[in-house]
């Protein structure tokens, strides 16, 4: 089948699915709200942080409002459980809306709670919390500690659902540091338990997720496969948050394929979920993906726009993956604008990024860009110590692509040494597919942040 033929089918595919009304999950909400006025304190605190978890994927706000008001009753009381479970969805909403400092005391003030009272799940869970926040400030040593330690205390527990949950956000991090068959195996385990226990709201997660992996190997049948799985059941559930991260990884895909215009119209459908739902790491995601989209269009004005306004939003999150990936943007801007000593210089910053929070994919997207922007100003010496770098990190069967490329070369005869080395540097880079690689930097995502 060709790629035409595909690229029809998916977008006739995904136009079905975005014409599908999702069923609007407002009743519980409703009744919970109506239980309030005949109930004890006890009751109440319950009450009000089930409303918390049901609206904090829509309507963040009022379920900050609702976890407070619950954190409050409890202190009243000096019920320690009810204490740190509050503080845990407290931390929920703070990590949803990008105050990480503020996310991680509530989270470690509730695991403080929880431990003072030996209280197995709820150590596991914010564990759990915790190791997301990390994963997403970039520090993925410290992540795969505490979900290690959460999926350890699952274990011991036979909390099978729990640990299903940490296998899945520990699969994505590897798929952000580049282990991709490690992440596949996690994921795959992660959504057999879902499955196999029809949770639909776990499976969004997972199937997104399982989407992220394998357009990361451009395996793109699956990868939509996958995101149009999740995003009916998004729909389903009247999940905003996911239906958003679907919206864009859908519209990635698209713009892996070139079909500009179609990405562009789904990821600013994404954004505008995001901005109603007030998803600032969202809102950057969809920023540098618009910000790629427009450096493609040759609209270069347009997309400094776009990566300007996600530097704002990043200097609030202290997102260090997301800030190389701007920087990575900006560079390629400046690169198709023929300033090539500025995009070098933005190249080099997200690497020392990549390289500080062991962003494999990151840091081999980048020596690549650096492999063209040193042949392009016919620095084929620095050129070739980039291709080395690249070929160093880059997978095997890549690496055999571009060794193969050589062979033929050198069978075809050696020319001048300028002129080999920027044949060599041009074919390494066209096999290297930079420009598959830029979008898989952008793709790595966000799916991130799913809780």
Not at 12 to 32: M, N, P, W
Not at 203 to 228: C, P, R, W
Not at 249 to 265: D, K
Not at 335 to 340: D, R
């Amino acid at each position: 089948m060709t790629r035409n033929h595909i690229t029809y089918r998916l977008i006739f595919s995904f136009l079905l699915i975005v014409l599908t009304t999702g069923a609007v999950g407002q009743e519980h909400v409703k009744q919970l709200k109506s239980q309030l006025t005949h109930s004890t304190t006890s009751q109440k605190i319950e009450i009000y942080n089930k409303l918390s978890a049901e609206l904090r994927f829509n309507e963040r706000e009022n379920a900050l409002k609702y976890a407070k008001n619950a954190l409050h009753l409890a202190k009243n009381m000096k019920d320690t459980a009810k204490i740190a479970l509050s503080q845990k969805n407290i931390g929920i909403i703070h990590f949803f809306t990008g105050k990480m400092d503020k996310a991680k005391q509530a989270y470690l003030q509730s695991l403080k709670n929880y431990e003072k009272i030996d209280h197995e799940e709820g150590i596991a869970n914010l564990n759990h919390n915790i190791g997301l926040l990390l994963k997403e400030q970039g520090k993925y040593e410290e992540a795969i500690d505490y979900y290690r330690h959460s999926l350890n205390m699952e274990k011991k527990r036979n909390d099978h659902e729990g640990a299903a949950a940490t296998l899945n956000n520990l699969g994505n991090l590897y798929n952000f540091i580049g282990e991709f068959d490690s992440a596949l195996r996690l994921m795959q385990e992660s959504t057999k338990y879902y499955e196999r226990q029809n949770d639909e709201k776990n499976l969004v997660d997972s199937y997104i997720n399982l989407g992220d992996i394998y357009m990361g190997q451009d395996l793109m049948e699956k990868a939509f496969h996958y995101f149009t799985k999740a995003l009916n059941l998004a729909k389903k559930e009247n999940d905003l948050y996911a239906q958003a991260i679907c919206l864009n990884e859908i519209g990635m895909g698209h713009y892996s394929m070139n079909n500009y215009q179609f990405a562009e119209n789904l990821l600013t459908e994404s954004l505008n979920l995001r901005y109603s739902i007030n998803d600032k790491r969202g809102e950057m995601v969809c920023l540098i993906n618009l910000g790629l989209i427009h450096n493609k269009l040759g609209e270069y004005d347009k997309a400094n726009e776009y990566y300007r306004k996600a530097l704002k939003i990043e200097e609030k999150l202290n997102d260090r993956r997301h800030l190389a990936n701007i920087y990575t943007g900006i560079g390629e801007n400046l690169m198709m604008k023929g300033n090539i000593d500025k995009a070098i210089n933005y190249f080099r910053q997200s690497i020392d990024i990549a390289r500080e929070i062991g962003a494999k994919p990151e840091l081999r997207d980048n020596y690549e860009r650096l492999v063209m922007a040193y042949a392009k100003k016919e620095n084929y010496e620095r050129s070739k110590k980039y291709m080395e770098a690249f070929a160093a990190i880059d997978d095997s069967l890549r690496l055999k692509n571009i060794e193969a490329e050589l062979l033929k070369m050198e069978e075809q005869g050696k020319q001048h040494d300028k002129i080999a080395w920027f044949y060599y540097v041009i074919a390494a880079v066209i096999l290297g597919g930079a420009t598959i690689l830029l979008i898989r930097f952008a793709n790595r995502k966000n799916s991130s942040s799913h809780q």
